[in-house]
């Protein structure tokens, strides 16, 4: 199984990554986070959604937004976690893309 190039089941491989974070001061002060990625499918079949959990956050959050590509997302809540959601591709995502 070592040897397998490829994963036996969904999996990605986060290609490149870039996180921007701001301090707004006014008009309440906060901190604006921006980040995007390029993702790899390198599971061995397509893929419908993937799953996110943002870390804790004692201070709340707002205007989550996902993008793929021009396309905003409807992300999906699961599991018992408000931090816990799905995004979901509005194709499959297939192998090697």
Do not use: T
């Not at 956050?57 to 409807?74: E, M, T």
């Amino acid at each position: 199984m070592a040897g397998c190039a490829v994963p036996l089941g969904p999996g990605y491989r986060i290609e490149r990554q870039e996180v921007e974070v701001r301090y707004v001061p006014e008009p309440a002060p906060h901190l604006r986070v921006r980040s995007a990625y390029r993702l790899r499918n390198i599971g061995d079949r397509p893929l419908n959604s993937i799953s996110a959990v943002l870390p804790r956050d004692s201070s709340g959050r707002a205007n989550l937004a996902v993008w793929i590509g021009k396309d905003k997302v409807s992300l999906e809540p699961f599991g018992n976690s408000p931090r816990n959601f799905r995004i979901p591709f509005a194709a499959s995502w297939q192998k090697k893309q």
